[in-house]
Nanobody, 125 residues
C-alpha cells in the first residue's frame, strides 16, 4: 500500500486549500482513511477521517465546519478541503489508511497502518 499526499503550500488567513492523497496497492474495500497533522514543535494530531465504503466522516473539533474530507473511488483519491484557514492550521498534513476499525478508532493515530509522506501547509499573512 502506498499513499502520496500533495497540495500543500503557503496561504493567507481566510484562504482555502485542498489537499489530495493518492492511494494504491489495494482494493481499499472497507478501509478507513484519515488526515492527520503535525504543527511545528507539536505531536501529530487527528484532523478528519472517513469510511471508504460507507462515507461516514469524523472531524476534530478544531476543524469541524471548516474542513471537509471526501473521496473519489474511481481515482483512488482522498481529499481534504480546507476553508477559512487560520495560522493554527499550519502543520505538515499526512494522509493515512487502515483496514476497517471501530468508529471510536477513526481518530487515533495508532489505528492507522499506512501513512503518506506529508505535505506542508503554512497559513501566514
Amino acid at each position: 500500500v502506498q499513499l502520496q499526499a500533495s497540495g500543500g503550500g503557503l496561504v493567507q488567513p481566510g484562504d482555502s486549500l485542498t489537499l489530495s492523497c493518492a492511494y494504491s496497492g489495494s482494493t481499499f474495500r472497507d478501509w478507513d482513511m484519515g488526515w492527520f497533522r503535525q504543527p511545528p514543535g507539536k505531536e501529530r494530531e487527528f484532523a478528519a477521517a472517513m469510511r471508504w465504503s460507507g462515507g461516514t466522516t469524523k472531524y476534530a473539533e478544531s476543524v469541524k465546519g471548516r474542513f471537509t474530507i471526501s473521496r473519489d473511488k474511481a481515482k483512488n483519491m482522498i481529499y481534504l478541503q480546507m476553508n477559512n484557514l487560520k495560522p493554527d492550521d499550519t502543520a505538515v498534513y499526512y494522509c493515512a489508511a487502515t483496514p476497517r476499525v471501530a468508529l471510536s478508532g477513526l481518530s487515533l493515530l495508532s489505528s492507522y497502518d499506512y501513512w503518506g509522506q506529508g505535505t506542508l501547509v503554512t497559513v501566514s499573512s
